[in-house]
């Protein structure tokens, strides 16, 4: 399945039904009065966070959710039927905006969260509520209410413990390989990791985590250079980050040094709160470098990087290949996460907003249906 992390899409929530007028007549029943029923209220479209779903490439294609508008009122005090409400399912983490105005709508960080995306209309008055002693035959009846209607931006953060960072071929994925059962392509040509890649580390029987790979930074990435910086708001909800450093690079004229601090300088540029995470220096490729050479790189790296660096920074070395001093880090990671975990929530939290109840048809949720006939 292609991964898809943007989506736009456009929802129209259902028109209220109109209210009528209408008059009671029947024989031997003289003065019946009127008797014109209420619209029924248009339908209205929802969004919920489902586990099972894990991507946003279903509203690459149904970009339009269109809900039914209530039927009008009719007479013999009939009241028109309430429209169906649609329900679209998104996956666990997608962020909901206003594209006109900016504000969120909706973040979804728990499975069964649910929010009202786009509000049906309420359904017109008939004359039968403007009787009284002084109007006996009263003609007054009002419109239904037009549904809301929005476009919407639709943004997908994937829920992981950790981060990995670095330059292309810096050995991310070869990491996540040997530390997980997650399988990214591995080559030895740039770019390789096109999409993130989730791994579930496992460090016993009941303790475990989450790690995200995603495709590898470049200088210019903040600006739009490269790949990584389309992905770098996957991220976002992490609560440590792990920046790969290739310590024996295959180019003599590259510096480990200069191109680790240039990946420290696009997060700061594309967004501070990310700068300011939990970062760990993990100093990769340590087989390819003779041993009697590797404790004066290090001390090198870590007294060039010092002043970019906050004082408590631990500072791992390994080989992602061969899986050196994999164990060590995973454990070190499990500890941290550990101490620094949030308070646990309910798995389906309340509904975001004090709407009244509404059944929902889900038959086919990304299938919008046609408008009802207003003649």
């Not at 070395?317 to 164990?327: H, V």
């Not at 975990?341 to 299938?367: I, K, L, Q, W």
Request: proline share 7%; net charge negative; aromatic share 6%.
């Amino acid at each position: 399945m292609k991964f898809v992390d943007e989506a736009f899409i456009e929802v129209h929530a259902g028109k209220g039904g109109d209210g009528i007028a209408s008059f009671r007549r029947e024989k031997f029943m003289p003065k019946g009065g009127p008797d014109g029923g209420d619209g029924g209220r248009g339908g209205s479209i929802h969004g919920e966070a489902d586990r099972n779903v894990n991507t946003l490439i279903d509203f690459r294609f149904a970009r339009i959710h269109r809900a039914r508008n209530g039927e009008k009122g009719r007479g013999s005090d009939c009241y028109g039927a309430a429209a169906d409400d649609i329900l679209l399912r998104f996956p666990v983490g997608t962020v909901i905006t206003d594209e006109a105005t900016g504000v969120v709508i909706a973040d979804f960080e728990h499975h069964g969260q649910r929010v009202t995306l786009a509000r049906g209309g309420d359904g017109g008055i008939g004359n039968l509520h403007f009787k009284s002693s002084t109007n006996r035959t009263p003609r007054q009846w009002t419109p239904g209410k037009p549904g809301e209607e929005r476009r919407l931006k639709l943004e997908l953060k994937v829920l992981a413990d950790v981060g990995l960072l670095g330059l292309p071929n810096a050995g991310k994925s070869t990491f996540i390989r040997a530390v997980s059962a997650a399988r990214p392509k591995v080559a030895d040509y740039p770019f390789t990791t096109l999409h993130p890649n989730l791994g579930v580390v496992r460090v016993d029987h009941a303790r475990s985590f989450v790690v995200a790979d995603i495709p590898g930074l470049i200088e210019g990435a903040a600006d739009g250079a490269g790949l990584g910086h389309q992905f770098l708001r996957h991220l976002a909800r992490t609560r440590l980050l792990l920046h790969l450093v290739d310590l024996a690079p295959a180019d003599p004229d590259a510096d480990p040094v200069r191109d680790a601090l240039a990946i420290v300088e696009e997060l700061r540029r594309y967004d501070p709160t990310l700068h300011a995470k939990p970062r760990w220096w993990v100093l990769n490729k340590m087989d390819l470098i003779p041993e009697d050479e590797r404790a004066a790189r290090i001390a090198a790296f870590v007294a060039a990087t010092r002043d970019d660096s906050a004082p408590d920074m631990p500072v791992f070395e390994l080989s992602a290949l061969t899986g050196d001093g994999c164990q060590p880090l995973v454990y070190r990671v499990m500890e941290h996460l550990d101490a620094t975990r949030p308070p646990a929530v309910g798995d389906a939290p309340a509904v975001a907003d004090a709407f009244e109840p509404v059944a929902v048809t889900d038959a086919d949720p990304h299938v919008a249906p046609a408008a009802a006939d207003d003649a």
